[in-house]
């Protein structure tokens, strides 16, 4: 059962079609750190900062090393000596817990006329397996303070066994300690060490940033890119646009002024993968829709079929939106009479087209007045038939249908055209369960999806860039203006309506 039941699957999990259980590969950890490279780089370099600043606050700490050696008093046989060196391992290591012992550290800080709790602090004591030596090591803020303390320790050692061994005074003991080595002042401190500090405060703030990022693109919810799209669904992606906004006038493409830029090329793109998406059985029909609201699914349908009418074709766009109709408004046309108003049969079909542009070769039709019942009339035998007339008539009719998730009238749309088309606003970013869920109610219905639709994101034009290679003298030539594509008059009537198709 998953953590998130929202979101099944996220960028970190494996692709779409894959398994289920197969766990995060180390390439999807890369495209992670890619992704999220802000966690990455604002952990490390503060981890690196904190620890650099905290290593140069510290004051110096000195170490200094006293050895002594650990010795079998006398002589005898072969066996003899190999019994005495095991004693001897043996021993040591007692004599090394001895060093921490108050007999052993309270002359230390008597001779040195320091505390015996700083003593304690300063002191350790190792004996290297194999050996017969133990290692005095003493640390101090001061350099020759350390070195003290390293020898008057390992003197006060020797003075403490020779002690134990011989209570009494008299006698010989078996073993002997010798200073081997006496403790040298230190010409540089142990610690801090601010490279090597900061460089561990920049590993763990990297770690620390992976993690922030492995945990925010888990919490995550929302679609912001391609490779979101691609953990939900193996269909295509067929073109990606810009993200147009209804209050900055740019809401239609004008083919005149932007016949060479990025923005209409990349809906002739879009065209272009839709004629070709199946060569064996031609989109006569198109549903255009969304999974929510303002995702930019209206504006895709209206240039779609714009350029899609520069191409030659006869192409109708027919607003199928019956909830927040706005073909009508973007295009400045009446929108009284309509589909509704075909489907009520208060008028014929051809009476309900509107011509569109100079060229006469696309032409709307509005949504007409909005029903109480905009589901049962997609749904209805009306609006089958309806669909197969326009087909007859036009190479190319466009729906622009509502969003999936608030409503069933895409997918009853979609299910009677011959194609389905998914606009995702990656401004707008749906969640991950919107989409999924749009597109199972696609699936639910039979309708046939044959791609997306990429709107908005950082990457809207960037990625079309490179077809923006015409000059300003070539522009010039063309006589581009930024003007709109223009009217082709008031709402059409009759045959009138046809030969403007």
């Given at each position: ?9 996220s ?16 390439w999807?950890?890369l495209r ?10 604002i ?11 905290w ?16 010795s ?24 090394g817990?001895l ?6 550290l ?32 003493a ?25 134990i ?23 540089a ?14 590993g ?6 992976l ?8 919490l995550?919810?929302?679609v ?11 269909l ?42 199946s060569p ?14 303002g995702e930019?699914k209206?504006?895709?349908?209206i ?19 019956l909830?927040r109709?706005?073909?009508?408004h ?6 009284a ?12 079909v ?14 709307i039709m ?27 008539e036009?190479?190319?009719?466009i ?15 979609g ?5 389905v ?5 990656l401004?707008?970013?749906?969640r991950?369960s ?11 219905v ?34 581009a203006?930024p ?19």
């Amino acid at each position: 059962m998953s953590l998130y039941p929202e979101r099944e699957r996220s960028p970190l999990d494996a692709p779409a079609g894959a398994s289920s259980g197969a766990p995060a590969t180390l390439w999807s950890y890369l495209r992670l750190a890619r992704r999220r490279w802000l966690f990455l780089s604002i952990g490390s370099v503060v981890g690196a900062s904190l620890a650099f600043g905290w290593s140069i606050r510290q004051e110096p700490v000195y170490q200094a090393q006293a050895e002594v050696f650990v010795s079998v008093v006398g002589e005898g046989s072969a066996g003899d000596l190999a019994q005495g060196s095991t004693f001897t391992e043996r021993r040591v290591t007692s004599y090394g817990d001895l060093v921490s012992t108050s007999r052993v550290l309270e002359s230390v800080a008597k001779d040195l006329d320091i505390s015996l709790a700083e003593v304690r602090a300063a002191v350790t004591a190792t004996t290297p397996q194999g050996s017969v030596l133990v290692v005095i090591a003493a640390k101090h803020h001061g350099a020759g303070r350390a070195a003290a303390i390293a020898n008057a320790t390992a003197d006060s050692l020797v003075k403490t066994v020779n002690a134990i061994e011989r209570p009494d005074g008299k006698g010989k003991s078996q073993l002997r300690l010798t200073v081997v080595q006496k403790a040298e002042q230190p010409q540089a401190p142990v610690s801090p060490k601010p490279v090597r500090d900061a460089a561990l405060g920049f590993g763990f703030g990297l770690v620390v940033g992976l993690l922030a990022a492995v945990a925010r693109e888990r919490l995550n919810t929302r679609v912001r890119g391609e490779e979101d799209i691609a953990h939900i669904t193996t269909l295509p992606i067929l073109g990606r646009t810009q993200q147009a906004k209804s209050d900055s006038g740019e809401v239609l493409l004008s083919l005149e002024g932007e016949s060479f830029s990025a923005r209409a090329e990349s809906y002739r793109q879009l065209r272009t993968n839709l004629l070709f998406t199946s060569p064996d059985e031609r989109v006569r029909s198109l549903t255009v829709t969304s999974s929510i609201p303002g995702e930019g699914k209206s504006t895709t349908a209206i240039n779609l079929a714009m350029v899609c009418a520069q191409g030659g074709s006869r192409v109708l766009l027919v607003d199928a939106d019956l909830r927040r109709p706005r073909v009508a408004h973007y295009l400045g046309l009446e929108d009284a009479v309509g589909l509704t108003t075909v489907l009520a049969g208060r008028v014929e079909v051809a009476d309900a087209i509107q011509p569109w542009g100079a060229d006469g070769h696309l032409s709307i039709m509005a949504s007409g007045l909005i029903p109480p019942n905009p589901s049962e009339l997609l749904a209805s035998e009306s609006m089958r038939c309806l669909i197969a007339v326009l087909e007859r008539e036009f190479d190319l009719v466009i729906f622009d249908a509502p969003p999936l998730v608030p409503v069933t009238d895409p997918a009853v749309l979609g299910s009677e055209t011959s194609a389905v088309c998914l606009v995702v606003g990656l401004d707008e970013s749906p969640r991950y369960s919107q989409l999924r869920g749009a597109l199972a109610a696609l699936q639910s219905v039979g309708a046939r999806t044959v791609g997306l639709t990429v709107n908005g994101g950082k990457k809207g034009l960037d990625a079309q860039a490179y077809y923006d290679y015409s000059s300003r003298s070539e522009r010039r030539s063309a006589g581009a203006k930024p003007s709109r594509l223009k009217r082709g008059g008031h709402r059409g009537r009759g045959k009138a309506a046809r030969q403007g198709a």
